[in-house]
Structure formats: C-alpha cells, structure tokens
C-alpha cells in the first residue's frame, strides 16, 4: 500500500506512527496538494492529504478513517478496542488530539501573515481559547498514568502524542510544557517510541 502526503503534515505524522506501530510495510510518497501537478486530487476528490491507497487501488481519506483501517490490516496490538465503552473513549481522545491539531493548523496558515503578523487577532485568541480549554481537559483526564485510557498504548496516546508535537513545531510560543508538567513528562515518553522517533517531521 503508499501513503500519499508530506512530512510536515500533523494528520499524515498521525498515520505513520499508526504504521509504524502495526507494523505495517508501506510506500511514502510525498506529494503537496498545493503543487500545480499534484496527483492528491486522484486519489481524493477533497484534494486533502493523508491519502493511503490500498493494494487493490482503491483509496482511503481522512486520518480516522485510515487508522481505523490500519488497525484491522495490521498485525501490532490492537490500538482500538473492541468493547464499545472503550473504544468510545479511544475515540474521544482522538477527537480531542485531532481538534487541538485543527486549531492549530489554523493558527499557523489562516491567521498569520508573511511578517508574522496577525491577520485576525479575535479569530487567532479564539484558536488559542480552544487549545487551552483542550490541553486543560486532557493534562486533568491523564494525570500521573503512562497513558491516555486503560493500561497499555493505543489509538487514545497517538492522538494526544501527535497532537503536543504538532504544537512544539508550529506554536513554540504557546507554553503547554510549563502550564501542563505532567502531559510534558507524558509527551516525553512518547517520544522515545519508535513510531514517534522516525515519524519526526524534518527541521526547518
């Protein structure tokens, strides 16, 4: 299977340590939807990326849905559970990761100009809001445990994990480490996982 996207992409960061955790063989190719002769809108008609195409061509979109996928193909420990209450939580974690890194995103592309001045201000302090409000909720709910939900690494720690590192690259003014010590210590674990370690994106 390939995995279409580019390396400073938080959502394709967020399947590749999915890969990397199941264990799963794939071809990266790296291709910026923005590009004049971008083949992203092919594989998906929203022209957004990650997109995984699968062996028998067919492509899949939208990092939920790819990871859902992934963790039925792969061969690593289930990321997802099975019982219904806890994948729910899994899933509220990830929803939560993932609207951290949407916040974020914003933040960095839409209200930011070239000088790095702000476009929006009120747009840009309610982005902010949303982050703060969510990091709060997330540093309250894990505590002092190795992981997000249960006992052992799932779906729940590589949202939440993607996510803090998506802000160390693109907010490195927004001090989640000195506000929150214990999702620092959590994020700090994480990074010496593998899947994290090789899925860094390059340096500016």
Request: with cysteine; glycine share 8%.
């Amino acid at each position: 299977m390939k995995l279409v996207g580019t390396p400073r992409s938080p959502f394709v960061r967020k399947v590749r340590i999915v890969l990397a955790e199941k264990g799963i063989p794939y071809d990266y190719v790296i291709d910026r939807p923005s590009d004049p002769d971008s083949r992203v809108p092919s594989f998906n008609p929203l022209g957004k990326i990650p997109v995984l195409v699968r062996d028998d061509g067919k492509p899949l979109y939208d990092s939920p849905v790819i990871v859902e996928y992934l963790d039925v193909v792969g061969t690593g420990p289930k990321l997802i559970p099975d019982a219904f209450a806890d994948r729910i939580e899994v899933r509220r974690w990830e929803a939560i990761g993932d609207g951290v890194v949407d916040a974020a995103v914003l933040l960095s592309h839409e209200y930011r100009r070239p000088d790095g001045s702000l476009a929006n201000a009120e747009g840009y302090a309610k982005q902010c809001k949303k982050i703060e409000r969510a990091l709060m909720t997330m540093s309250q709910e894990l505590g002092e445990r190795e992981f997000c939900y249960g006992v052992r690494f799932s779906l729940a720690d590589v949202a939440a994990g993607y996510a803090l590192g998506y802000l160390d690259v693109v907010l490195q003014e927004f001090d989640w480490r000195g506000a929150h010590p214990n999702l620092e210590r959590y994020a700090n674990r994480l990074a010496a996982r593998d899947s994290f370690h090789i899925s860094l994106p390059p340096a500016a």
